[in-house]
């Protein structure tokens, strides 16, 4: 499994894939919160805060890690090689993990470097320091969060298609119905099952843990996000045998 790993891994950063969609992570991001006038804008903004960021990454994320995760299992399909590839020592399971790990280390990579917002952000309070760091940091255990849920969901679509712009479309039409689907169908519902199918939508629980409290049901409900799909992809891959 490891070595899937690495291999998954180096893939993504010996091509322009895995440098792209960090770096327009980060240009996105940054023009939105310094550059243009608006509501994300961090500098007429009143008070010193990164909010901005955590709102604007699930909807970036939602076209970012689908364009990641395509290629798992379509280009294996399409190369003729998942055959091979499950003719290895290894279980079905440890091949989708190896896939799922090495997006989301990609996410995480792109990520990472969005802490100078928050360090900037820190300097520039009216005293240094001025920010809501456990806030903060709560938000980044969401974005984590949220964007393995995603990579779960690009991993399963991947499995469905031997064909990349349909495993594609795939990830981003179920990465937006999970996380906002959910949230339109709670308001044409009634009021008695609004908040039930209000619960089953990612955006919940990321606002939930955005505001810096980790609840261990938020926790949960994104652990089981991912084994969800991740089962949904097992399946898929077994299908094959049959």
């Not at 009143?46 to 995760?69: E, G, K, N």
């Not at 990579?109 to 917002?117: C, I, Q, R, W």
């Not at 495993?167 to 039930?196: N, R």
């Amino acid at each position: 499994m490891r070595a899937l790993l690495l291999k998954e891994i180096r893939s993504f950063l010996s091509s322009i894939t895995g440098y792209m969609v960090i770096v327009v992570y980060l240009l996105i991001n940054s023009g939105m919160l310094w550059l243009f006038k608006g509501p994300f804008n961090i500098v007429e903004g009143s008070y010193a805060s990164i909010d901005s960021l955590f709102l604007i990454s699930p909807w970036v994320f939602m076209f970012l890690i689908p364009a990641i995760t395509m290629r798992l299992f379509a280009d294996e399909r399409k190369a003729g090689t998942m055959e091979l590839l499950l003719t290895r020592p290894l279980t079905d399971l440890q091949i989708i993990m190896a896939k799922f790990l090495a997006g989301f280390i990609l996410v995480v990579l792109a990520v990472l470097p969005s802490l100078v917002y928050y360090i900037s952000v820190y300097q520039m309070g009216a005293s240094p320091g001025n920010i809501d760091s456990g806030g903060t940091f709560g938000s980044y255990i969401g974005l984590l969060f949220l964007g393995a849920s995603y990579v779960s969901i690009g991993v399963f679509a991947s499995s469905l298609s031997s064909n990349q712009i349909v495993a594609f479309l795939i990830g981003v039409l179920l990465c937006l119905m999970m996380y906002a689907g959910f949230e339109q169908m709670a308001e044409l519902g009634s009021t008695g099952a609004e908040l039930f199918v209000l619960s089953l939508g990612i955006n919940e629980h990321y606002i939930s843990m955005s505001r810096g409290v980790i609840d261990s049901r938020d926790v949960l409900y994104f652990v089981s996000v991912i084994v969800v799909f991740v089962a949904a992809t097992r399946v898929v891959i077994q299908s094959r045998k049959w």
